[in-house]
DNA sequence: TGACTTTTGTAACCTTTGTTACTGCCCACG
DNA sequence: CGTGGGCAGTAACAAAGGTTACAAAAGTCA
């Protein structure tokens, strides 16, 4: 754990901060699909990736989602940095996109921490900046985009964060992910297919141009 | 200053950092309407509210607006906060909505206090947490709604806001910021003094209950 | 193989939203 | 007091996206 703690974290943090990472947080793998936070669940520990991709999803009451944004190695979870210091629930629903390696750390070494190591510190407001300027990324998309520009760019996401340009999806799980519907996925991936961009096949979308 | 700086943070901040604070902020005041901060603009300074609101607008490359959220007295501006520390150029605007008092806190004590006062660092996580949840609120109204009930929303915002049942707006106004047209405004603020939720004038429209 | 399920393609239609155009109204100001 | 500019109402139309329905293709499994 030390190792793969180090080679992601290593300039980042100050030694005397990774000798107690390394004692107190928990070395965690997760399968791609599986949940790690659900919506309204009591926040006990945030994550620092290792490896691997998280999606984080956002549901109103009638059960519509919306891909909120991914976290990559290097990354936390600044909804839980949040959910964490106010004691509340979560607000956001966080899946495995990959196989995922992960360090939880208890939340009551926070507010310590914090205090104690200006990396530490210096870390989490860094997240709070890349969070926040993804969710106005979120926001650009939904506000300004038509939906044949946000599945574009949904695809480009998708393969730049699986490294693959390959898309193991099905229209339906894509339409869920934009919160529209699948008939307008297929709609749109079709226009595609036929400028050239993407070639279509059963559960995966091979990206050739975009 | 003093004065209103303690009624508003005073059990917030402890005494030394109110000190500090009065020593180093900047009084300042501005009128409703005035810009207080353009996209693309460096930071120099953070703004803690004392009174009146701030409205905070994203803007796409095409010109077009959208209104993200308010600061109200007791907030400050994560945004700021973030591209201080990131040393980067503002991604939004910000627009006295009502004439506002604020104190100007210089960015290079940000870092100290974050490192000395625990009650500012709290201060400082409390503020991201508003603005993370303020951004999911927004990102379900543009996501899940539809244009009638984000009018609705917008409105009550509004009201609440200003604590005046009577918006002094256009219809033209409300369409910049809630991104769509004034003909489509006009039609659903009709629609809603059709069914008594609201009385609309030249410039401005009364709300009886929504 | 044959029955069944899942996924995709597509047409037809509807709703919502955006656009254009024109009208009348109100108000400020010369 | 009249005229010009900003504001609001409305109709007619266009475009985007959502819905329903159905069929064909591809995979699954007994």
Chains 1, 2 share one sequence.
Not at 51 to 62: P, V
Not at 76 to 86: E, I, K, P
Request: a negative charge.
């Amino acid at each position: 754990m030390i190792q793969k703690l180090k080679e992601n974290y290593s300039p980042l943090f100050e030694d005397a901060l990774l000798t107690e990472i390394e004692k107190i947080g928990v070395y965690k793998e997760v399968a791609e699909g599986e949940k790690l936070m659900e919506i309204g669940q009591y926040v006990t520990a945030m994550p620092l990736l290792i490896s691997g991709a998280i999606k984080i999803l956002r549901e109103d009451k009638d059960g519509d989602e919306l891909l909120l944004y991914f976290l990559e190695k290097g990354d936390t979870c600044a909804m839980t940095l949040s959910c964490c210091l106010g004691q509340t629930k979560s607000e956001i629903r966080a899946v495995a996109e990959l196989d995922t390696q992960l360090i939880m750390i208890p939340i009551n070494k926070m507010e310590e921490w914090t205090g104690k190591y200006k990396s530490w510190r210096n870390f989490v407001f860094e997240s709070y900046h890349s969070r926040l300027m993804e969710m106005l990324d979120t926001i650009d998309s939904i506000a300004f985009l038509k939906m044949d520009q946000r599945l574009l760019k949904y695809l480009q996401d998708k393969i730049k964060v699986t490294n693959d340009d390959v898309i193991q999806s099905t229209h339906q799980e894509i339409a869920y992910e934009l919160h529209t519907s699948r008939v307008v996925v297929s709609r749109l991936l079709k226009n595609l297919e036929n400028l050239g961009k993407i070639k279509l096949n059963r559960n995966s979308i091979q990206v050739i141009s975009i």
